[in-house]
T-cell receptor
Framework: AQSVSQHNHHVILSEAASLELGCNYS??????LFWYVQYPGQHLQLLLK??????LVKGIKGFEAEFIKSKFSFNLRKPSVQWSDTAEYFC????????????FGQGTTLQVKP | GAVVSQHPSRVICKSGTSVKIECRSL??????MFWYRQFPKKSLMLMAT?????????EQGVEKDKFLINHASLTLSTLTVTSAHPEDSSFYIC????????????FGPGTRLLVL
């Protein structure tokens, strides 16, 4: 069965620090990869997604992620975080053409101190 | 972007009663919707796929008689938690892809259910 693992459960950073959140998945075939963000009191929003092509994907709000097929990883990065980035971050995968069903990782709570 | 709403946002009920949660796509049609459950400090777990005009498809381990799903129209899916028990207390979230773009989901704000 597919699974998604996020290594960092709770990350605390100061503003302007760089961010990298790890995500690994276990599935040998082709997958679609996503990062979602959930700000306090709000619904899940898509940060970025990878289906094919350039493995370095740029998303909203300065976030990017790199798909490394050999490592089954899709880590999320941001060079300089802001207090407003405080949120819960979820990595997710789906199989292409599989009606969009998402398998989520456990989530990472990011707390950015001003 | 597309908007998905849920109603109610939170509900408290007594053990043994049934609770209905609505999920609506406000500005687009969704032939398919998904229901997730989120436990505190944990990930979202896919419960079932709601299909307009046909039966829902449940994930392994999810009781279909416990969690009744009805996709009444192209913009509405309902999840009814029947004979609710305290262990059903959770955060229920629906999502819907825009028809023709199944890989991009729009999520509702969630419904907090507390069963006393």
């Amino acid at each position: 069965a597919q699974s998604v693992s996020q290594h960092n459960h709770h990350v605390i950073l100061s503003e302007a620090a760089s961010l990298e959140l790890g995500c690994n998945y276990s599935y040998g075939g082709t997958v679609n990869l996503f990062w979602y963000v959930q700000y306090p009191g709000q619904h899940l929003q898509l940060l970025l997604k990878y289906f094919s092509g350039d493995p370095l994907v740029k998303g909203i709000k300065g976030f990017e992620a790199e798909f490394i097929k050999s490592k089954f990883s899709f880590n999320l990065r941001k060079p300089s975080v802001q207090w407003s980035d405080t949120a819960e971050y979820f990595c997710a995968v789906s199989r292409p053409g599989n009606t969009g069903k998402l398998i989520f990782g456990q989530g990472t709570t990011l707390q950015v101190k001003p | 972007g597309a908007v998905v709403s849920q109603h109610p946002s939170r509900v408290i009920c007594k053990s043994g009663t049934s609770v209905k949660i609505e999920c609506r796509s406000l500005d687009f049609q969704a032939t398919t919707m998904f229901w997730y459950r989120q436990f505190p400090k944990k990930s979202l777990m896919l419960m079932a796929t709601s299909n307009e005009g046909s039966k829902a498809t449940y994930e392994q381990g999810v009781e279909k008689d416990k969690f009744l799903i009805n996709h009444a129209s192209l913009t509405l899916s309902t999840l009814t938690v029947t004979s609710a028990h305290p262990e059903d207390s959770s955060f229920y979230i629906c999502s819907a892809p825009v028809t023709g773009n199944q890989e991009t989901q729009y999520f509702g704000p969630g419904t907090r259910l507390l069963v006393l």
